[in-house]
């Protein structure tokens, strides 16, 4: 649903802009495996960072991860609204309570069985259903009609050097790199999966999910040649693969951004879920819960989290101000999370100020320098912080044995 967006905004760079986030799941396989060694019987990012740099830095990212969790959460449950009413004429307050609801009811019943196992088939959907719809454009109009139109009409749209274009390419793969290093979504698969898999298993996924965005701008800017009219570009997928393949269209791309959304939702309702549980109300709440009173906490949160995410999806936010609004918190946290795993000597005063400094200074890019800065902006100031206090001010070497605390 954003990818098109990015394409009809920005042009190729744009195309390529959401694809960066595959660059983070690159990057996160060594991570992983050093995740992995470290902390063998880890269970939340939370644990990493209460562990490895204490109390006040665990209370910030926590701050930060469920903030974004929550802002990826409502982004979803707005997509799937918008989805059901373009395609299938069904108000968006039902639509989204049906995808809200459902994605709820498996998580709360299966847990992280059933998340990984409906990902995984959700996947394979997306994979082949977007072959689909690009195989249909590509038979209705070729690549060289489309760069023709465009040229024509939307010349920008083909500048390499437009600044904004070439802004949201960084801001995006900065955006998605801190996604991916900090969101307990991805610390939890780490520590389920065995050490060797963890690596392979990442690298794999960056590449699937690579040409995905690509494709969907492609078909995006091919809404100008075939005559679609475009009125709102949240739903330009769904209107270009409606008018080509009619009823059959609108049913592969319901069936594949349904997917899409419910393989994004029900990880985050799992994962955000056990960071709640495990570090909100066992660690601080109450340290001498069972596992029986931990395993009842989890399900209230996940319904608790469904129940909040319909109360703000309700007022129907534009998709990219909700998601990108988050993006400096998550940026803030690359370098800290870099740091603590590989550096001994890092600072634990200076990356909470990195964390503290990147999203202000983040969040201020963007309200007053534009959405397409904010992430650079707390990236930078973060790695600055962190590397200038851990350097003039460094800790004692950690002892890296620490980290490995049993999950009682």
């Known amino acids: 649903m954003l990818a098109p967006v990015f394409a009809l905004e920005k042009g190729l760079w744009g195309m390529l802009a959401y694809s960066t986030a595959s660059f983070g799941l690159f990057l996160f396989a060594p991570l992983a495996l050093r995740i992995r060694r470290l902390m063998p019987k880890g269970y939340t990012s939370g644990d990493f960072i209460r562990l490895r740099f204490g109390r006040t830095a665990w209370v910030l990212f926590l701050l930060i991860t469920v903030v974004y969790s929550m802002a990826w959460l409502v982004s979803m449950g707005i997509a799937g609204g918008k989805l059901l009413e373009t395609l299938a004429g069904v108000k968006f307050i039902y639509g989204m309570s049906t995808i809200l609801g459902v994605c709820v009811f498996y998580t709360l019943m299966g847990g992280m069985y059933a998340v990984i196992g409906t990902d995984f088939i959700q996947s394979v959907i997306i994979l082949v259903g977007v072959l689909v719809v690009g195989v249909a454009v590509l038979g209705e109009t070729g690549m060289t009609e489309v760069y023709h139109k465009v040229k024509v009409e939307q010349p920008g749209l083909f500048n390499m050097l437009l600044p904004a274009a070439l802004l949201s390419l960084f801001n995006n793969m900065f955006f998605g790199f801190g996604e991916v290093f900090h969101n307990n979504v991805w610390w939890t698969r780490a520590f389920a999966m065995r050490e060797k898999v963890a690596p392979r ?83 601080m709440l109450r340290p001498s819960a069972d596992e029986r009173t ?42 800290p999370v870099i740091s603590g795993l590989y550096w001994e000597r890092a600072n634990r005063h200076a990356v909470v100020q990195a964390m503290l400094l990147g999203s202000g200074l983040g969040l201020w890019a963007y309200l007053q320098l534009g959405r397409y800065t904010a992430c650079l902006v707390s990236a930078a100031i973060s790695m600055t912080v962190t590397f200038l206090g851990s350097r003039l001010f460094p800790e004692r070497s950690f002892d890296w044995n620490q980290l490995n605390e049993a999950h009682s």
Request: charged content about 10%; overall charge neutral; proline content about 5%.
């Open 201 to 283: 298993a990442f690298l794999l996924s960056g590449l699937l999910w690579f040409p995905i965005p690509i494709a969907a701008g492609f078909i995006a800017l091919s809404a100008a040649p075939l005559g679609i009219n475009v009125t709102d570009p949240n739903t330009v997928g769904p209107l270009v693969a409606g008018a080509l393949l009619g009823k059959l269209g609108a049913m592969v791309v319901f069936v594949v951004v349904f997917c899409s959304l419910a393989s994004s939702i029900d990880s985050l309702l799992a994962a955000t879920s056990d960071l709640v549980c495990e570090d909100v109300y066992r660690r």
């Open 294 to 335: 931990l395993r009842r906490a989890a399900g209230w949160i996940v319904v608790g989290l469904g129940a909040v995410t319909w109360l703000i999806c309700r007022y129907e936010f534009n998709l990219l101000e909700v998601l990108f609004l988050s993006g400096p918190l998550v940026a803030s946290a690359i370098w």
